[in-house]
Structure formats: structure tokens, C-alpha cells
């Protein structure tokens, strides 16, 4: 069965730094990956969608990349905050926002 | 404001009492869907629609019902719970244009069957 892999263990960054994460993926072939960010008791918030023909996608500090051969995606912040301190949620489909399957998310924490 | 809505945030029931969590959305999204999310599981999706009176099952369909009368409106509907549907549950909705590429959730149920 396809199953989608998050780094489970916290990532402890300084503010001002880069901080990346990890989405990888098997048993799957999606055509669209995505990127959400959620705060505890809170709904996830989506931040970017990136096409499997589509290698990199950028919006403001943020950045995604997809490599289909590797089956992994990358998630950078450049120029951490404290306020970017949230779980950060991978999800997979084939067709857009329908059918997604989700990973169990990474916490990250940037300190002052 | 766009926004998703639903309710109750918080629900403690019993287990067999028939109850239903309701979700409406303000931006004209033909696309929603229902999702739970456990500990260790992540989200996993419960249902979906594509548009009024479309509805099909995601991953986790057991023990859930829905339903699409109206375009802004997903009910989820526990026939008969049971405390294994013990958890947070979101709405979301989404629109099918491509121009817009954006999901929107709610702010979470969360149900507690005794």
C-alpha cells in the first residue's frame, strides 16, 4: 500500500536559518504533492501544490521541490521566524484536492 | 471572510446515539470532503464531494454517512457511533477551477464517544 513518510522527531532550528524538511513517498506515483501547515487544535492551512512535471515551486520564504525518481520532496523556510514554529503536513494525490493521502507531519521549532 | 464552518467544536456522546457534525463553506467550492485525524495516522479522508449530490468514499468510509443537498453544505452523519470514531475531525472545501489552486479547512470537531 502507498505510504507517505515525515520525519516523526521534531526539528529544532535557530531563527534566521533555513530550516527543510522531508516528504517521502512509495508505492505511489502522485501527480500532485502539497504542503500544509497546522497549529496545535487547529485545522492544517494549505501553503503550496507542486505538479509532478514541475521541479521546483517558490512562494515568498517558502519552497518546494519534487522529485519524482527519488519519490521525495522537499519543504525549505528560508530566514526562519519563531512565528514558522507548527507541524508541516506532506499530502499526495492524482488528481488536485481530491482523494489526498497525508503524512503524519514534522514539528518544527524555530528558537529566538 | 472565506471560511469554513463547523459544529459542534466539541461533542461527548454515547456510543449508539445517531449524531451529525455540520460543515458549510462561504466561497461557492464545489469540492469538499471529510476527514479524521489520530494520533500516529495522520489525516485520512472519510468522504468526498465533487459537487452537489456527488458524494464517494475515501480511505476510512466505515461507520460514516454524508450528504450534498445544497452546494455549501457537507454534513457527516454517525448513524450508530462507537468509540472507535473517537476523534478530531475536519471539513475542508476546495474549488475545481484550476486557476485557483487552494484548499480551505475548518477548525476541527472534536468528538469524544463514551
Known amino acids: 500500500s502507498q505510504k507517505i513518510e515525515q520525519n516523526s522527531e521534531a526539528l529544532n532550528i535557530q531563527e534566521g536559518k533555513t530550516a527543510t524538511l522531508t516528504c517521502n513517498y512509495t508505492?505511489?506515483?502522485?501527480?500532485?504533492l502539497q504542503w500544509y501547515r497546522q497549529d496545535p487544535g487547529r485545522g492544517p492551512v494549505f501553503l503550496l501544490l507542486?505538479?509532478?512535471?514541475?521541479k521546483e515551486k517558490r512562494k515568498e520564504r517558502l519552497k518546494v521541490t519534487f522529485d519524482t525518481t527519488l519519490k521525495q520532496s522537499l519543504f525549505h523556510i528560508t530566514a526562519s521566524q519563531p512565528a514558522d514554529s507548527a507541524t508541516y503536513l506532506c499530502?499526495?494525490?492524482?488528481?488536485?484536492?481530491?482523494?489526498?493521502?497525508f503524512g503524519t507531519g514534522t514539528r518544527l521549532l524555530v528558537s529566538p | 471572510e472565506a471560511q469554513v464552518t463547523q459544529n459542534p467544536r466539541y461533542l461527548i456522546t454515547v456510543t449508539g446515539k445517531k449524531l451529525t457534525v455540520t460543515c458549510s463553506q462561504n466561497?461557492?467550492?464545489?469540492?469538499m470532503s471529510w476527514y479524521r485525524q489520530d494520533p500516529g495516522l495522520g489525516l485520512r479522508q472519510i468522504y468526498y464531494?465533487?459537487?452537489?449530490?456527488?458524494?464517494d468514499k475515501g480511505d476510512v468510509p466505515e461507520g460514516y454517512k454524508v450528504s450534498r443537498k445544497e452546494k455549501r453544505n457537507f454534513p457527516l452523519i454517525l448513524e450508530s457511533p462507537s468509540p472507535n470514531q473517537t476523534s478530531l475531525y475536519f471539513c475542508?472545501?476546495?474549488?475545481?477551477?484550476?486557476?485557483?489552486?487552494?484548499?480551505?479547512f475548518g477548525p476541527g470537531t472534536r468528538l469524544l464517544v463514551l
Open positions: 475542508a472545501s476546495s474549488p475545481l477551477n484550476r486557476g485557483e489552486e487552494t484548499q480551505y
Open positions: 508505492n505511489y506515483s502522485p501527480a500532485y
Open positions: 507542486i505538479r509532478e512535471n514541475e
Open positions: 499530502a499526495l494525490s492524482q488528481t488536485g484536492f481530491q482523494k489526498l493521502v
Open positions: 466561497m461557492n467550492h464545489e469540492y
Open positions: 464531494s465533487m459537487n452537489v449530490e456527488v458524494t
